[in-house]
């Protein structure tokens, strides 16, 4: 009897092992909702007050409400029901940036609802609803004016004012059109800067500084949309390496009285403006300069009524480049600001007089600050992120203006992002690791703990656990430890033979060794876990976090070094006695799809089976700012660009490539395939490719990454 019933069991076990491997798909991960955790969506704090607002869909209706939050006591309470929202839209994905589906005024009572092309205003105490505009024209961009009483926004390619009293507006600039774009950027600058708006009012709400960028010297590239009978063609003003980039000025505009006075400095195509702030007191306009070469910075402070500038601080690296993607951040006192800054050799915060006389180094040691999150005047703190105990995590931190009191805030191993209020009191701390899912909960500055916003649910863990990560690190045969994680299943076995696949960015600055939620590709790589196969990721030399002298290592030389410690991964993986040597395979996605691509030609004895999505393949086909902060320009470095060329090594080409791209990829063009696929044939090398009509970059939409993920999947299962 005790044999059946045990029989009875084990077959039931089995029978539900079985059931869940067959509920267990690639469709599945990447489609349902089951494998993914809901946020709060639309998260701002309340201007003036400690509480943040959020929407939430309603149970019944599916429409969205807004809710309120108070960060004291974590009381969260319906504050306007959807049947008074009726126009809010979702948030829209515009490039790299995320557009907000609605915007609170300084005052902390009215809300901006941008909605089919045209402004509505919400009161939030009166619950009523004011139609702003109504003209086929969109109002791009809007942003309140500091009192409240006005909106600048771009429309009709010129920045323009709106007064809310009147519902009035006026152009204050006449001169913007499809080459000269005024308060807005060029393709190189948004992607590369990560700037999108061109525009800032100044505290005192009297003016305007804003970017103009004429773009018409830019080269045109063509992108054809193969799908229709007849073919069309979109072109996108794109500098590659070497070519001129836009001629940047900027200006200041009395909103009142119109009339623009420019600034003195200008940035022709060998310069950049990259950020501007103004000045607490609305006195002076900081903008950061970077020259062509990205290895000289400048702060300048201008006068907004002369136009004069002077520079206050400026930073020069040899065989390196400088981040110069930072403004300033003001004291509230109007006294100083802090400035992050390389120059002992690690990121640190640094604090300056409104002069630029060095008053504080704040932080120091071997480890690197991530950002600067906020600063608490009134507290005399300053809060940050950075990775100082473990590379693999990133954690929360405060420390006073006279750099004592160090603390970490955040407990919990695995990655904290965090979204402070504006003072500084409260925070939202959104956690997770590779078993977690986001969770995002409510502390106060000291680090208590107030309330859990949302729990980071996923219906599929039950079902499908993840499987085993260990993060861990080797020694190269030049002496290097580089971090490293490996996946392996959950019955793991150290008797048997396992085929490993590689992910791998490898790109100057990046990231992939680290504690977080994967969210779909955990899944994804648990699934090859399942199959039989090992995942593993390493960071090389050029990768983040480890100090300047370690980024630098890539300066001039990309495809060499970076190729190098992917192939010393491989390498690595074939001393470890459960690995299959000779199954060992990389897939990548953009500079991943590029590192992909040269570790199958220049490590071909060590690797079977690549996977390359949107790959760049020779660095003369991508934008300026990026491809010259780490090669300088082509005619400087010539060498270096062809001995990162891909196409020079198709002869090398040994096992399985496949190549997926967009047709339509406005980034990394496809033309950057086109030219392998050349390459390749010329040496008459076997290939598979894979191509997305009408797709950008990152192949968005449901079906699309379905079958990019099953293609990928059936790739790695059948060759490797």
Partial sequence: MKSSVASLALLLLVTLLVAQEDDFTVEAIFSSSDYSARKLAGVRWIPGEEAFTFLKKDQDSGEKDLWRCEAQSGQCTLFVNHTDLKIIEAAKQDKRFTLPSYIWAPDGVHILIPSK?????????????????????????????????????????????????????????????????????????????????????????KSIAYFRLDQSGEPCFPIVDFVPLENTVEYTKYPKAGDPNAFVKIGVVDVTNGGTTWIDRTAGPDDYFSRIKWTPDSRQ????????????????????????????????????????????????DGKGFLWLSEKDGFNHIYLYDMNGNLKKQ????????????????????????????????????????????????????????????????????????????????????????????????????????????????????????LPAFMIKPIDFDPEKKYPVLIYTYGGPGSQIVSNRWFGSRGFWYTFFTQKGYLIFAVDGRGTANRGRAWKYTLYRRLGDVEIQDQIKGAKYLGTLPYVDAKRIGIWGWSYGGYTTVMCMLKGADFIKTGVAVAPVTDWRNYDSIYTERFMAQPEDNEDNYNRASAANYAGELKGKLLILHGSSDNNVHFANTMQLAQALEKHRKLFDLMVYPRKRHSIRGTDERVHLYEKITDYILENL
């Fill in 285 to 332: 306009l900081s903008i950061t300069y970077l020259n062509r070469d990205q290895n000289h910075l400048e702060l300048l402070f201008a006068d907004p009524g002369t136009g004069k500038t002077t520079i206050v601080l400026q930073e020069t690296v040899q065989n390196g480049w400088i981040e110069g993607v930072q403004s300033p951040r003001f004291l509230d």
């Fill in 117 to 205: 092309n045209d402004l509505f205003l919400f009161d939030s105490e009166k619950k009523t609803m004011t139609r702003l505009t109504d003209d086929p024209a969109e109002e791009r961009d809007p942003h309140f004016s500091p009192d409240s009483k006005k909106i600048a926004y771009i429309k009709n390619d010129n920045l323009t004012v709106l007064d809310i009293a009147s519902k009035e507006d006026k152009a204050l600039t006449t001169e913007g059109n499809k080459d000269i774009l005024i308060g807005r950027f060029d393709w190189v600058y948004e992607e590369e800067f990560s700037i999108r708006t061109g525009f800032q009012w100044s505290p005192d709400s």
């Fill in 362 to 481: 704040i932080t120091h040691g071997e480890w690197d600050v991530r950002n600067i999150l906020c600063v608490a005047q009134k507290q005399k703190k300053v809060y940050f992120s950075a990775s100082k105990l473990r590379r693999e995590e990133n954690h929360f931190y405060t420390v006073s203006l006279r750099g004592k009191g160090l603390k970490q805030l955040s407990k919990e191993g695995g990655t904290h992002s965090i979204n402070c209020s504006p003072s500084g009191n409260y925070y939202i701390d959104s956690f997770s690791n590779f078993y977690t899912p986001t969770r995002q909960s409510l502390y106060n500055h000291r680090g208590k703990f107030i309330k859990t916003l949302r729990k980071g649910k996923v219906k599929a863990l039950k079902q499908h656990p993840l499987a085993h990560i260990e993060f861990l690190s080797f020694q190269t045969s030049t002496g290097d430890h």
